[in-house]
C-alpha cells in the first residue's frame, strides 16, 4: 500500500464519500489511487475559493467535517478567503494539500513557499505538515476529531507528493481508527437554579438565539420556555449569525436582535443563547448590550463567553442541555416559582413586533425592489426549500420578507465574498432531496461564478437567483457613511458594473446552466415558475433598485410575515 492510498482509506473510514478538489500535478498520487476508491466521488471545481466554499456547505448541512483538497501554495493561496470564512463561521472544513517534492522544498523550487502549513494556521484550529508516510491514517483521524468537536473550526494538512508515493510498512502504521468526540458541556445546577430565578424575577427579559440553538437542536425547547414565560425571542443578528434559529410564525418571536429595539432597549435581563452576541462591522456609538440589563451569556466554547460583554451570570455549557435542565425547574408543579412577574409580562403577550403592512408593490413599468423578490420568492418556492444566502445588500429584505425557520437557512459572517453559490452547491450535495436556492448578490456572485460549470458536471438543481442591482452597493454604503466628495458630487469610483453590463444570463449559460432574466413582477413570476419547475441548475437574474443606504426599511407588504410562514411554498409549493 502507498501513503495515498492509505489517506483515502483513513478518510473512507472516517465516513467521508465527497472530496471537493482542484488538483494540479502534484496530485498523481492521490488522483492515482481514486482509480481504486468508486466509493469516494472528487467533485472537481474551476477555482479554490469554490471548493473551499462547496465543502464549507457541505459540512454546514451535515454537521460532520468535509474534505478539500487543494493544491501546493498556489492552491492553498487561492483557497484562503474561504477558510477565513468557514474560521469565523464554525465550520468543519478539513483541508489536504499536496506540496512539491521534498528534494526541492529548500531549493527554492517551483511553487515552494515556506513553511506551507504556517500560511493557514491563523485560520485553522490544527495546521500541519506531515513529514513520514506511517503517520497519516493518525493525522487523518486526528484531524477529522479536531474539526467536528465543538467548538468546529477548520483544519489544514499538507503532504509533499513524493510522500504519498511512498510505500507503507503496514506494521508500523499500529492499530489506527476514528475518534468522534459527542461533547455536550453540561451546566452546574447552582447555574441553572441561578438562571431560573433570575428570570422568574425579571420584568421585561429577552432571548437572544444564536447559532448553537440550531446546531444543538434546541429551538423547540426555546420556543417552549419563551412562550411558558413570556419572554421574547430574538434571532442572533446577522452579523454574528450563520443560520436561522427561531421560526418567524413562533409567537414568541421578536425579529433580529438589535439594541435599537424598544425591547431590547428596555429589557433588564438578556438571556445569549448559543450566541457569539456581537460581531462590529465598524465602531459602535452604543453597546449592543443595554447597560442596564442583566446578560446570561452560554455558549460551549469559553472565548465567546463574555468576549465584549461582561456577563452577569456567564455559562460555558451546551445550549440543550441547560434548556433541558432548566425547563422541569417551571412545569413541575411542586416547585413554587413566583409567578407574578410572569403574569405580568403575560398581559401584553404577544410582545414580538409585526411585520409593518406598508404597501411597496410595484406597479406597471416600476422597478422590483429586494422586498419584492422576497415576497415573491416567498410565494413560489417548493415546500422545504432551503435557502443560502449571499445577497449581501438585499440580505435584510430577505429576513423581513421570506418565512425562516431552524434548518431553512445558511449565511456567512465572515465577508469573503464567493461563498454563496458554491456553499449552495455544497449544501445540495448534502441534501440531494430538498430544493436548495441561493440568493446571491451579482458583486458576490462574480467571485465564484465558476462555480456554475460544477453545478452542471454534477446536473444538481440548484436554483440561483440575483438580486442584481449593477453594482457593489456596499461599497457605496461605506462612501455615504464617510460622507465626502462622492457623496457632494454624486460621483461613486469602484461601484457600478456597467459599462459593459455582465450579462450574468450568457455567463451561466457558458458553464452550461439555464437561465432567465426578469425586469418586472409578471417576469420574474414566469421566472420562478419556470426554475422550480427546470429539473437541473437554474438562474434567474432579477434587476432590482437599490436597499436603502440608511434610515428606515422599508417591511413586508400585502400580508404580513405570519401569512407567509403558514403558507410557506404558498401558491406554487407544496409545503
Not at 487523518?140 to 489544514?156: C, D, E, L, N, Q
Not at 437567483?465 to 449593477?470: D, H, S, T, Y
Request: charged content about 20%; overall charge negative; some cysteine.
Amino acid at each position: 500500500m502507498r501513503a495515498a492510498e492509505l489517506l483515502l482509506e483513513s478518510l473512507k473510514k472516517s465516513g467521508v464519500t465527497h472530496i471537493f478538489g482542484l488538483p494540479g500535478s502534484t496530485e498523481a498520487p492521490l488522483l492515482d489511487a481514486l482509480l481504486d476508491e468508486p466509493d469516494l466521488h472528487y467533485v472537481l471545481a474551476l477555482h479554490e475559493s469554490v471548493v473551499i466554499g462547496m465543502a464549507d456547505g457541505y459540512a454546514r448541512a451535515t454537521g460532520r467535517p468535509a474534505v478539500a483538497n487543494l493544491h501546493t501554495t498556489v492552491g492553498t493561496g487561492n483557497g484562503l478567503t474561504g477558510m477565513f470564512n468557514a474560521w469565523k463561521d464554525r465550520s468543519a472544513v478539513v483541508t489536504i494539500a499536496t506540496h512539491k517534492d521534498s528534494r526541492i522544498l529548500g531549493r527554492d523550487g517551483f511553487c515552494v513557499g515556506p513553511d506551507l502549513a504556517e500560511w493557514a494556521r491563523p485560520v485553522t484550529k490544527w495546521s500541519w505538515q506531515g513529514i513520514h508516510p506511517d503517520q497519516i491514517a493518525n493525522e487523518v483521524f486526528r484531524a477529522m476529531k479536531v474539526a467536528g468537536t465543538a467548538p468546529f473550526a477548520p483544519v489544514y494538512l499538507c503532504y509533499p507528493e513524493d510522500l504519498l508515493g511512498q510505500e507503507v510498512d503496514r506494521r508500523l502504521v499500529g492499530v489506527q481508527r476514528p475518534v468522534f468526540v459527542e461533547e455536550d458541556a453540561w451546566p452546574s445546577d447552582r447555574q441553572v437554579e441561578l438562571i431560573a430565578k433570575t428570570l422568574a424575577r425579571a420584568r421585561r427579559p429577552v432571548i437572544v438565539a444564536g447559532d448553537e440553538v440550531s446546531s444543538t437542536g434546541s429551538s423547540e425547547l426555546v420556543s417552549e420556555l419563551a412562550n411558558l414565560l413570556a419572554i421574547p425571542v430574538f434571532q442572533e443578528s446577522r452579523r454574528s449569525a450563520v443560520t436561522w434559529n427561531i421560526a418567524k410564525d413562533d409567537p414568541a418571536y421578536a425579529g433580529e436582535y438589535s439594541p435599537s429595539n424598544r425591547l431590547v432597549r428596555e429589557c433588564d435581563v438578556v438571556l445569549a443563547l448559543g450566541c457569539r452576541l456581537s460581531v462590529e462591522f465598524s465602531p459602535v456609538s452604543s453597546p449592543d448590550v443595554p447597560g442596564n440589563a442583566k446578560l446570561v451569556h452560554v455558549h460551549r466554547d469559553a472565548w465567546e463567553v463574555g468576549k465584549l460583554y461582561p456577563p452577569e451570570i456567564p455559562v460555558v455549557a451546551s445550549v440543550r442541555p441547560l434548556l433541558e435542565k432548566l425547563l422541569p425547574l417551571f412545569t413541575e408543579a411542586n416547585v413554587p416559582w413566583v409567578t407574578e412577574r410572569v403574569n405580568e409580562r403575560r398581559q401584553s403577550w404577544p410582545a414580538n413586533n409585526p411585520a409593518g403592512t406598508e404597501n411597496v408593490r410595484t406597479g406597471a413599468g416600476e422597478t422590483l425592489t429586494p422586498e419584492d423578490l422576497a415576497r415573491m420568492l416567498a410565494l413560489y418556492a417548493p415546500g422545504e426549500s432551503v435557502i443560502v444566502d449571499e445577497a449581501i445588500r438585499s440580505s435584510q429584505a430577505l429576513l423581513d420578507n421570506y418565512p425562516l425557520r431552524p434548518g431553512n437557512y445558511f449565511h456567512s459572517s465572515g465577508g469573503g465574498l464567493g461563498w454563496g453559490l458554491p456553499a449552495a452547491l455544497g449544501v445540495q450535495m448534502a441534501w440531494p432531496d430538498r430544493p436548495v436556492i441561493g440568493v446571491i448578490g451579482d458583486g458576490s456572485l462574480l467571485f465564484a461564478v465558476q462555480a456554475f460549470w460544477t453545478a452542471a458536471r454534477e446536473n444538481l438543481p440548484v436554483k440561483v437567483v440575483v438580486p442584481n442591482n449593477r453594482k457593489y452597493l456596499a461599497v457605496k454604503a461605506g462612501m455615504v457613511e464617510y460622507g465626502n466628495r462622492a457623496v457632494m458630487e454624486n460621483v461613486f469610483p469602484g461601484v457600478d458594473l456597467t459599462d459593459p453590463e455582465v450579462d450574468l444570463v450568457a455567463v451561466a449559460e457558458g458553464f452550461g446552466v439555464q437561465g432567465r432574466k426578469a425586469e418586472t413582477a409578471d417576469e420574474l413570476s414566469a421566472a420562478l415558475e419556470w426554475a422550480f419547475s427546470h429539473p437541473g441548475p437554474a438562474l434567474v437574474d432579477v434587476a432590482v433598485a437599490d436597499a436603502p443606504l440608511g434610515g428606515a426599511r422599508p417591511r413586508l407588504s400585502g400580508q404580513n410575515v405570519a401569512d407567509l410562514c403558514a403558507g410557506a411554498g404558498g401558491l406554487k409549493g407544496s409545503g
